[in-house]
């Protein structure tokens, strides 16, 4: 059985209590939040207040988002990350989650390893010292100083910091990459969304093509699940929609349940042995 979550991209205009009754309502255990909604995370309560809202609810929070261009990593950077992880340990969060630099005018290829690895060095003190975890969600666009997992990975795995890191695998930006492995033991979140567009090939895909996943997914969602699941993946699958005609849903709770019956039904279908592995 997955453990479903909701991303508040799902319904970027509701307020957090009626988000956690909309996670609550689709039978979701967990949800994250976002930084970048254009208001305070929390609207006008404090994170203390909002971690026992949601723990009250019976849910958890499974990462605040998002660090930005995290690869960089000036003493800026530094400063919103330590604004956030605070943020976090107050309402009891998880983790933070990690994006990279997604500008064409970054550096060259050949100094993005160096630069990982070096902001993911000066990261990693702080995040310990606030026990939590750095999600990194490498981004598949061709403008993204981070593409593939793999490089995450080798860049964790050289500074031994496999207990403070762990990767976002985005079913999305998993098929922008064209990346194969999955590394489901180095995973702490899968990030879902479905594109449903017929008429527009893979390099021209854009958040606001990310809709809920149906049976017209062209990103092989079903199948990437099921992949991490034969490799001991274990962890929450969070809805991260960006299209807007589902922020539009005047009922998104029918619209996520739909989709949540469509993945579980798929899922129990292709692979009948699903439930012995978790």
């Known amino acids: 059985m997955l453990h479903f979550a909701l991303n508040s991209i799902c319904a970027p205009a509701m307020g957090y209590r009626d988000f956690i009754a909309l996670a609550q309502d689709t039978g979701c255990g967990g949800v994250e939040f976002r930084n970048d909604l254009q208001r305070p995370v929390f609207g006008d309560d404090s994170g203390a207040a909002a971690g026992e809202f949601c723990r009250k609810a019976g849910l958890t929070i ?6 930005r261009a995290f690869n960089r990593c000036t003493d800026e950077t530094l400063d919103q990350a330590r604004d956030l992880a605070r943020l976090a340990v107050a309402c ?5 989650a990690l994006i990279p630099d997604n500008s064409t005018a970054g550096p ?4 993005e390893q160096a630069d990982l690895h070096h902001a993911l060095g000066r990261l990693k003190p ?11 969600e490498p981004l598949g666009f061709q403008s993204s100083s981070l593409r593939r997992k ?23 930006h998993h098929h922008l990459a064209g990346e194969e492995e999955l590394f489901p033991h180095e995973t702490g979140i899968v990030h879902i ?5 017929p008429t527009i090939d893979r390099s021209s895909m854009r958040d606001a093509h990310r809709a809920l996943v149906d049976g017209n997914d062209r990103l092989g969602t079903v199948n ?11 962890g929450p699958v969070s809805f991260e929609p960006f299209a807007p005609q589902v922020h539009a849903f005047t009922d998104p709770e029918a619209a996520l349940s739909r989709s949540i019956h469509f993945i579980t039904t798929e899922l129990a ?9 978790n």
């Open 92 to 96: 009891g969060a998880q983790a933070i």
């Open 224 to 234: 990437q699940l099921i992949g991490l699941q034969k490799g001991g993946f274990k």
């Open 269 to 277: 279908a292709r692979q009948p042995d699903a439930d012995a592995m």
């Open 150 to 172: 793999s490089d995450a990975v080798h860049a964790i795995r050289e500074l031994d910091a496999a207990d403070t890191f762990q990767l976002v695998h985005d079913t999305f």
């Open 62 to 67: 499974h990462a605040l988002a998002e660090l």
């Open 126 to 136: 702080l995040l310990d010292d606030h026990g939590l975890t750095g999600l990194i």
């Open 108 to 111: 060259q290829r050949s100094s």
């Open 193 to 197: 969304s479905g594109v449903t567009d």
